[in-house]
């Protein structure tokens, strides 16, 4: 007979409250922090349980495994574990119901972006309200393109918005990794910090924002908030995204990566960007 502790899924998303006012939730799906079905299943039990919490007013988003943020979805589950899902509080697929809830809640949202945020990770900084880069180790990147996709978390939504139309082709066509200065150039992210002073610096500006009014933050948020794009342009993206998969140009570019060692830790990995232009040759 099957235990409850034999079917507990790992926890990769940690919730660790520093405070009533103050959370910080850790990604945590070594080797390379690839996101399946199951950390959409969590992220949808994170903010669920934050939109019950009266309290908490700030949020930081970091990850427990070196040179990885938040990495690309995980090809090697099936997709119809992702597409059965039943749609969020939004009517929004899990995942970008959960990115507008992020947007919509009256919390303050920080990525503390450290290695590769790329394609869910750069997503998810893009949902957050704020976002500071290490100068040193992070990336991010909008990949789909190069592999014949079509991102699905909003970032055709978010990114003209926030660094200009012509900038957000840039990101998107070319496929290729943004580091952290030219990220911080364009808008992309608040600020690119030397990794030595990335977490003093998120740590004192959370801890500050967690001491203030919480009525004073949420209001401020639902009036910058009006420039937000509607949500109807993330769900267009969402199905894009699905539909795009199923595309032979985009399973024969997954399949030219995976041959060189996508999906594992490796070179592959770690210069994404140089392997997508390379199979383009």
Not at 54 to 74: C, G, I, P, Q
Not at 117 to 122: E, H, V
Not at 239 to 261: E, F, H
Request: proline letters at 6%.
């Amino acid at each position: 007979m099957t235990t409850a502790s034999a079917v507990t899924k790992p926890a990769q998303i940690r919730r660790a409250r520093r405070s009533p006012a103050y959370w910080r939730v850790t990604i945590d799906n070594p080797p390379i922090n690839v996101m399946g079905p199951e950390m959409v299943r969590q992220f949808q039990e994170f903010i669920g349980a934050l939109e019950a919490d009266e309290h908490v007013r700030v949020v930081v988003f970091d990850s427990a495994v070196d040179d990885y943020f938040l990495n690309h979805s995980d090809f090697t589950a099936r997709i119809e574990e992702l597409t059965s899902m039943p749609a969020g509080p939004t009517g929004l697929p899990p995942w970008p119901d959960f990115l507008v809830r992020l947007t919509r809640a009256p919390v303050v949202f920080i990525a503390l972006i450290r290695g590769r945020a790329t394609g869910n990770g750069s997503e998810i900084a893009l949902a957050c309200d704020m976002s500071f880069a290490s100068r040193e180790k992070a990336i991010l990147s909008q990949w789909e393109v190069g592999v014949g996709m079509v991102a699905g978390g909003g970032p055709m939504a978010r990114l003209p918005r926030l660094i200009g139309r012509n900038r957000a082709l840039e990101v998107l066509l070319s496929s290729e990794d943004i580091g952290a200065d030219q990220a911080e150039a364009w808008g992309y992210v608040n600020r690119a910090l030397p990794d030595a002073d990335l977490d003093a610096f998120v740590e004192a500006l959370a801890t500050r924002i967690a001491g203030f009014d919480k009525w004073a933050i949420a209001n401020t948020k639902r009036l910058l908030n009006t420039s937000l794009p509607p949500e109807v342009e993330l769900g267009a993206g969402w199905d894009a995204c699905i539909a795009s998969l199923g595309r032979p140009a985009a399973q024969d570019g997954i399949k030219a990566l995976m041959a060189r060692g996508f999906h594992k830790p490796g070179d592959v990995e770690n210069r994404l960007g140089y392997y997508l232009g390379q199979i383009a040759l």
